[in-house]
Each structure stands twice: as structure tokens, then as C-alpha cells.
């Protein structure tokens, strides 16, 4: 497999929710790394290493029966003990958990009703530290790390789940999305990650292309301090320009929706609410209202040539609106062009369990001032009102939901991307007949 | 008895099983309770209660025109009696309820869902501007929450042979790596281990029979804690794979099918003489005097609202629905092939039927899922193709797997696979 991040390290304490490789890091922890829990598509915790909960009427205190017979891929078997130690090691101190008689016993002052649901995402693995190194309890172990370039993982033969059908698997990272598909045609690689450009080529080439639910948001951040965007009539003018069909059909070759809201429909249950659709009369009509401002400065992540393309043509839908906006590169680790922005185009990870999770650590990613947070989004009304104010105030343009795109090799069986993206590789396998037929040259992935 | 489930392990690949374990000692102990399955009373209130908060909102006796509309994938959701109890509500709160559409007197009523819990959505103007009013209710069972369509079914090759095939079946547990293969035949219950990429058979064990099998005969395999059960036509046998010797073959009174179904139902078939259809067998608690059921190919069960349905596929090519124990049956159609099997998944409301084409045996087949709507069947997702008619379709005891058994008609040979369902693209 290819992944075009540069993953910098393998051990679940150096994970952190919003780091430049956070998501594709933590694809690769959870085939070596296991959680307490996992979730379903609806989001509920399903068993993991625990294969039971409860909690009190409160939900202050929960206790997890841990699985039995649980093995580190060294052969130490799981304990409570261990458990907790390595929660405490990610958590914080946002773990209250304590070893119990074969479980593992969190306790909180106030309530907790969704300690199943975080417990199945973020900053909760299970491992255990080894010399300089960490061990986990997933359906592979690591054979060979060198950070940055390449992970080598084997099956774990003593799976609690059964060991896996795969029996090795390769990942070659930082290799850009136009070296991948040419991977993908020479049988380097049997798994790809697909720009949204490169779609109808590896459908002609016979792979099988893959499509997530909707798992980010393409947005417009403005910064708040920018007096260029303190009239919000201006960022609204600017959202009435953009052409958002345009840009999921011509720039994500329609892998992906216009996005009005800041969750998609499958998550929030109102994004049919919010319109995506441009209204130049109306952003022009706003231009009539608003004074004084000559242009904007918008930064895209210069390692992101979508990015790029979708900056330039809010560019474009901006200007035909009579608002002057200059693109430019932002490179990593940031620059003077990201200094002077007033805005930012931004990919915006939606995070388990549901949709109260997903937008509050979307307005965490947007940074948005503790004056400006909604404190509840509890209900749905109360959701709707928290993302209506956001995109009404100027704080964000949504652009587009944007899935994971994958093209598959013929040969490989079983993939399937879960509802909240990641790879699930147990239950994948080979079909060795038409791995032949293809030609490649590895027989792993 | 203890039966043990139908492991999946395709050998030829050299995979393991993956032992699901089902969540069935969760203790959670929720604070809320899902409401009465049966009656979807749930969105009948939250339609009521967002009447209540929509007449919060507007001015007093207004006139309104209402739309209504279902965008979630609770499969053919009923809104006549929420729509119903939402028009009583703010009639009764003063609004008068318009058939033509007039601006800014327009609501838009929406059945939606997250990715959690339904939703009813009222858009609607307030001073001139878009409002949006939202009421949010479980959906009407526990743990039924809908996954989105489309439903594809998975397949996975597991075997073939030249031999013709009635059922087939892997025993032992997954992490074995000895785990046999046993394949029911016309000729009896052949044993295979896996070996150096291939399956070799170890033994095979004719069965006792007195008469000659009748033509397109059905068989079926079961695995038990002692070892397995087979029946052929009105042949039954019980056998243990590590002595495969012993197995012990007759036609008599355990003869009878005994077909499993959800919430710990079954029925019993009867096996007609010489034939390869199936009359029912005594059904408990029904009316005196009540008609039998017609004779039937193939039977499959589902759960709808913690009831069972046993769908039946007749000699007259009419598929018939069933639940209780009325010889009437809830409804019938026509347009499916003869052989079923029901299907437990993570899609749609948890239950789908697998059917095959109303089609001979000389054209190849296909396996299409279909979901209860509450009135009818609907498919679910796409047919997948097989390279030949389907011959048998087998559940596994915990009906979360089926197993089908196909003739290739371009190789000759009959190929075992077993279909799960899987949600999404």
C-alpha cells in the first residue's frame, strides 16, 4: 500500500487530533494498535478489548469488562493494569480510569454519558511500552518501522479476533498521489490513495475505486483579527459568489457534495437546510451594501494540489462578484503568507462518535474564540443554531463534504471502508488467482 | 442442544476464521428507553411535540400549507399517522391548514435522520426569514438503527467439486488449522482437510438409502455439539467428523426438517415422499380446522418488530408471507425464484431474504437481497451474478450468513460460497 503522508511515528502517545499527519497516522495505528471499543456505522461502541460496560444512572462511573486471553504480540497477556497504564500515558489526566477485577474502572465528578463512544477514538489505545519501543494487540505487528518512508507489518498469529487472512503487509509513505496510480498500473502497490482527478484513470485501468462516506469539510476559515473580514456581509458576499457544484464536479470529479453546512447530511440530519447553491445577485447586492474593501488574501496548504485548484477557482467566483482575492501557498509549519491571511482554505476531519463530537472539534480545528463557541450542542436544534451562527457571523464558508477515495486492485477482496474512514485490513484478503492474472509483483499489499 | 455456528474459512486462500463475537453480554444499562416496538409512536410524539414548537414560532392562527416528505432510510416509513397527529396540533392550536401553496404560509415537514437518531425537520418562514425547527426521537427499535442503502452482498468462494453438492458446512473453530470441510452430496458426507493449497478428502460415508433419491433433491447440513446432522429428502443422518465411520443414516420420524428462524422460532418440514418439496408441519396454536398452508421448495425466515415471518416459496412459483400460525398469508407475489434464505446483517433493519431468479436450471442465476418493508418486499442493493443456477441456499444457525451452493454451467462444476451483507459502496 501507498499513503502519501509522512507518518512520524508509530507510537499512539505522539498522536494528537488535528497534527498535519493525524489522520494518516492513526490509519496505521489501528492495524497494530486496539481500543477498548470500536464503533459501528451508527456510531455505538461495539466490543473490542472489553466485551462488556456499564455505568450508574449519572454516568460518572463506568466500568469495562476487559476480553480474556488477550496477547501483546511479545505474549504478555492484556491485564487491567497494563490497560489503564496506557491510557493514563495518552490521556492527560483525561482518563479517571483505575484497574478493577478484570476490568478497567473509570471514575468522573460530573457525567460522562458518551465514555463508550470516545473511548473508541482518539487518544485511548492499548499498549505497552517495550525498551524504546511499544507493543500493541491488533490484528498485525510491526515487522520493520523507519519513520517517514515505511512500515512493515505481519499477522499476528494471536489475534483475539482471529488471525487476519493478510500476511504482510507493506506501506510506502510520502509517495504523491500521481506516483501511487502509476504504482497502482505496475503492480507496485495493490492499494492507492486517489486524487479526485485521478478517478477515471484507474477505473480504465481496472482498479476499483473505493468511496468513504463524506469524512471532511473543504472550508474558507477567516481569521478573526483581520479587519478586512470583520464586516460579515463580506464573507457572506464572498459565499453567495462561489460556484460549489463547480468545484465538486469539475476540481473532486464528483467525488464529493456542495457543502452549505458544516456537517454533512448523513451526520447532522439538516445539512438539506442550508443552501450550497451561488447567488451572485444577492453577493452582488451585498458588494452595493459593503465599503472600503479592496481585496483578500487566501492561504491553502502548498502541499495540496486540490487545495490549490479550489482556492483558485474561489478566486475566480470571487472576482466575478467584484471581490479581489489572491491566492497564495502556505507551506507547512506555516510562512509570512499565512501571517497576513484573512483566510485560510482548510480540510476539516468530522471525528467520531456523532455529530455533538464532530462539530464541536470542528469549531476546535477553526479555533473559534471562546466567545464565539457554542458551549451546548446537545440536540440537533442546538447544532443547527451553532453551525447557522458560524457560517451567518463569517466565521466559515463550507465548500465541500470531501469522502476518502481509494483505487483497489482486482485482486485484493474484502475492502471495505469503514463508515468513519480508517482501514479495517483484518478481514481483507488476496485472491491469489487474479493477483497473478495482474501480474504484480508483490503479494501483499 | 447446543449448536455450534458455521465458521467461515476460505481455505483456498489460506485465511482464518474471524470469530465475531456478538455483544450479547453487554451490560449497558441505558437511561432512556426505546419505545415500544410494534407502533412507531415515537415519531408519531415527535411529530406532535414539533407541531408544539412550530406554533411557538408563528403568529397566532395563521394559515399554513404543509409538505411532508421522507428522507431517511427507515424503509417505507408510515408518516400518515405522524403527519395526522401534526395537522391535529396546530389545528387545535387556532391554524388553519391550506391545499394551495402560498408564499410565506408554506412548511416543509422532513423525515430525516443523523447518524445516530431520527429527526423531523420543519423549514418554514419567520418574519421573512428561513427557520428551521428540529425534533429528534430514537428510531423504533433497539439497536436497529438503520445503515444507509446501498446493501451489496459479499461473496466468498469456499470450495468445488465435480460431484454435485447439496449443502456444505466447516467444522471446528476458526483458529484450528485442521478444520474439516464437510460437503453433503447425493452420494453421502464427504470429509476434506486442507492441505498444501488444496482440499483433500479424507473419508466419505455413503447414505442408507432404501429408495432411490428424488430428482433436484434437497439436502442440508448442521452442525451440532455432537457433530453433524444431515438430511436428504426423508433421510436423516447424524455423524461426528472424527469418526466419520459411525455416522448412522434412516428414514423415520427425525426425518422431518426442522428450520430455525429468529427470536428462538422454527417450524418443522415435512419432506414429501419421492418429491423435492416440503409439506408444513403442525404449527403451534393453530385455529382448529384451519387449511393447511401450501406445500413449499424452499423457507426462509426474518424478524420484523421482534416477530417472525416465514417467507415460503410454492410450488406455483407464489411466494407467500407468513406470520403466526394463519393458514392466510399476510400477502403473496409472484416474480421470485424458488430458493430462499433469510439473512441476518448490519443494513436496513437488520433482516433482508436472499432469492434467486424465477429461472430454470440451463441459465446461469443470481442472488437478489430484498428488505420487509412492513407491507411488502422491496430489493435491497443489487443482484450479484453467478456463473450458473443456484441450487441450494443455507443459513447459518445464527443467521447471519448464507451459504450457496451454484452449478457452474461453463466448468461442470458445483461451487460452494458462502454471502454475508455489507452496507455502503
Known amino acids: 500500500m501507498e499513503m502519501s503522508a509522512r507518518v512520524n511515528s508509530m507510537d499512539p502517545r505522539d498522536w494528537y487530533l488535528g497534527a498535519a499527519d493525524s489522520d494518516a497516522a492513526e490509519r496505521l495505528l489501528t492495524l497494530v494498535f486496539d481500543r477498548l471499543v470500536e464503533l459501528d456505522d451508527a456510531g455505538r461502541a461495539e466490543p473490542a478489548l472489553a466485551i462488556a460496560w456499564q455505568h450508574d444512572a449519572n454516568s460518572t462511573h463506568w466500568q469495562f469488562l476487559l476480553r480474556d486471553g488477550v496477547k501483546f504480540h511479545d505474549g504478555t497477556r492484556l491485564t487491567p493494569e497494563l490497560a489503564v497504564a496506557a491510557l493514563e500515558a495518552e490521556g492527560g489526566g483525561r482518563w479517571h480510569v483505575a484497574p478493577a477485577d478484570h476490568a478497567v474502572s473509570f471514575t468522573y465528578t460530573e457525567p460522562h454519558p458518551d465514555l463508550a463512544g470516545e473511548l473508541a477514538s482518539g487518544r485511548s489505545f492499548i499498549f505497552r511500552p517495550a525498551g524504546d519501543t511499544v507493543i500493541g494487540t491488533g490484528a498485525f505487528r510491526i515487522v520493520e518501522w523507519q519513520a517517514q518512508q515505511r512500515l512493515v507489518l505481519a499477522a499476528s498469529d494471536d489475534n483475539w479476533a482471529g488471525r487476519p487472512f493478510l500476511d504482510r503487509i507493506e506501506v510506502r509513505l510520502g509517495i504523491a498521489a500521481q506516483q501511487q496510480i502509476v504504482d497502482l498500473e505496475l503492480g507496485k502497490t495493490e492499494v492507492a490513495e486517489l486524487a479526485p482527478n485521478l478517478v477515471r484513470r484507474a477505473e480504465q485501468s481496472g482498479a476499483r475505486v473505493s468511496v468513504s462516506s463524506p469524512l471532511e469539510l473543504m472550508a474558507l476559515v477567516f481569521a478573526p483579527n483581520r479587519s478586512a473580514v470583520q464586516d460579515p456581509r463580506v464573507t457572506q458576499e464572498l459565499s453567495f459568489s462561489v460556484d460549489r457544484s463547480a468545484i465538486v464536479n469539475v476540481l473532486l470529479q464528483h467525488e464529493g457534495e456542495p457543502a452549505g453546512s458544516l456537517l454533512p447530511q448523513w451526520l447532522s440530519g439538516y445539512a438539506f437546510t442550508f443552501s450550497a447553491g451561488p447567488d451572485l445577485a444577492r453577493a452582488k447586492q451585498l458588494r452595493g451594501q459593503v465599503s472600503g474593501v479592496q481585496a483578500l488574501t487566501l492561504v491553502y496548504d502548498g502541499a495540496d494540489a486540490v487545495a490549490m485548484q479550489v482556492a483558485q477557482r474561489v478566486a475566480v467566483n470571487a472576482r466575478d462578484a467584484g471581490i479581489n482575492v489572491t491566492v497564495a501557498a502556505e507551506n507547512r509549519g506555516g510562512s509570512d503568507a499565512g501571517s497576513k491571511a484573512d483566510a485560510r482554505l482548510m480540510r476539516l476531519r468530522f471525528v467520531p462518535p456523532g455529530a455533538q463530537q464532530a462539530l464541536a472539534a470542528l469549531f476546535a480545528q477553526i479555533e473559534l474564540s471562546t466567545a464565539d463557541a457554542p458551549r451546548v450542542l446537545d440536540s440537533p436544534q442546538q447544532r443547527y443554531a451553532a453551525e447557522r451562527a458560524a457560517i451567518d457571523n463569517g466565521t466559515v464558508i463550507p465548500l465541500a463534504f470531501v469522502p476518502e477515495v481509494y483505487a483497489v486492485n482486482s485482486a485484493v477482496k474484502d475492502w471495505l471502508i469503514p463508515r468513519w474512514g480508517g482501514w479495517n485490513l483484518g478481514g481483507t484478503w488476496l485472491d491469489q488467482t487474479a493477483h497473478a492474472a495482474t501480474g504484480a509483483k508483490s503479494n501483499t499489499p | ?425
Open chain 2, 1 to 425: 442442544m447446543l449448536v455450534l455456528d458455521l465458521y467461515l474459512v476460505n481455505r483456498r486462500f489460506a485465511a482464518r476464521a474471524r470469530a465475531l463475537i456478538p455483544a450479547i453480554f453487554s451490560l449497558i444499562l441505558w437511561v432512556t428507553v426505546s419505545p415500544c416496538a410494534g407502533a412507531d409512536t415515537a415519531m408519531t410524539e415527535a411529530a406532535r411535540e414539533l407541531a408544539r414548537r412550530l406554533s411557538a414560532e408563528l403568529s397566532p392562527k395563521q394559515s399554513l400549507h404543509l409538505e411532508f416528505r421522507d428522507l431517511s432510510d427507515t424503509p417505507a416509513a408510515d408518516l400518515s399517522e405522524a403527519r395526522r397527529a401534526f395537522e391535529d396540533e396546530l389545528t387545535s392550536r387556532g391554524f388553519r391548514l391550506l391545499a394551495d401553496v402560498t408564499p410565506n404560509d408554506s412548511v416543509r415537514v422532513s423525515l430525516s435522520q443523523d447518524s445516530q437518531e431520527r429527526l423531523w425537520v420543519a423549514e418554514f418562514a419567520r418574519d421573512g426569514k428561513a427557520a428551521v425547527a428540529i425534533v429528534d426521537f430514537a428510531f423504533a427499535s433497539p439497536g436497529s438503527v438503520p445503515r444507509p442503502a446501498p446493501i451489496s452482498i459479499q461473496r466468498q468462494f469456499v470450495f468445488d467439486q465435480l460431484e454435485p453438492v447439496f449443502d456444505f458446512a466447516l467444522a471446528g473453530p476458526p483458529a484450528d488449522a485442521s478444520s474439516p470441510l464437510l460437503v453433503l452430496g447425493p452420494a453421502g458426507v464427504v470429509l476434506f482437510r486442507y492441505n498444501k493449497n488444496q482440499w483433500q478428502m479424507q473419508t466419505s460415508v455413503s447414505l442408507s438409502q432404501e429408495k432411490p433419491l428424488p430428482r433436484d433433491a434437497q439436502g442440508q447440513l448442521t452442525l451440532t455439539s455432537e457433530g453433524f446432522e444431515a438430511h436428504v429428502a426423508d433421510i436423516y443422518c447424524t455423524g461426528n467428523a472424527a469418526n466419520m465411520a459411525a455416522m448412522q443414516c434412516g428414514a423415520n420420524a427425525q426425518s422431518v426438517w426442522r428450520i430455525t428462524g429468529p427470536n428462538n422460532s422454527a417450524v418443522t418440514a415435512l419432506p414429501a415422499s419421492g418429491k423435492n418439496w416440503f409439506d408444513w408441519g403442525a404449527l403451534a396454536d393453530a385455529p382448529a380446522g384451519e387449511s393447511k398452508r401450501p406445500a413449499f421448495f424452499s423457507l426462509a425466515a426474518l424478524s420484523s418488530n421482534g416477530k417472525t415471518l416465514w417467507v415460503a416459496a410454492g410450488l406455483d412459483g407464489t411466494t407467500r408471507v407468513y406470520a403466526g400460525a394463519s393458514a392466510e398469508p399476510l400477502t403473496s407475489f409472484s416474480g421470485w425464484g424458488s430458493t430462499l434464505a433469510g439473512i441476518r446483517s448490519n443494513c436496513g433493519n437488520g433482516w433482508q431474504i436472499l432469492a434467486t431468479r424465477a429461472a430454470d436450471y440451463t441459465a446461469p442465476d443470481a442472488v437478489q437481497a430484498y428488505q420487509w418493508t412492513g407491507n411488502e418486499f422491496r430489493p435491497a442493493g443489487a443482484a450479484i451474478e453467478f456463473d450458473g443456477p443456484i441450487v441450494a441456499l443455507r443459513a447459518s444457525m445464527d443467521l447471519s450468513v448464507s451459504r450457496a451452493v451454484v452449478h457452474n454451467l461453463q466448468t461442470g462444476f458445483y461451487e460452494g460460497y458462502t454471502l454475508t451483507l455489507s452496507c455502503g459502496r
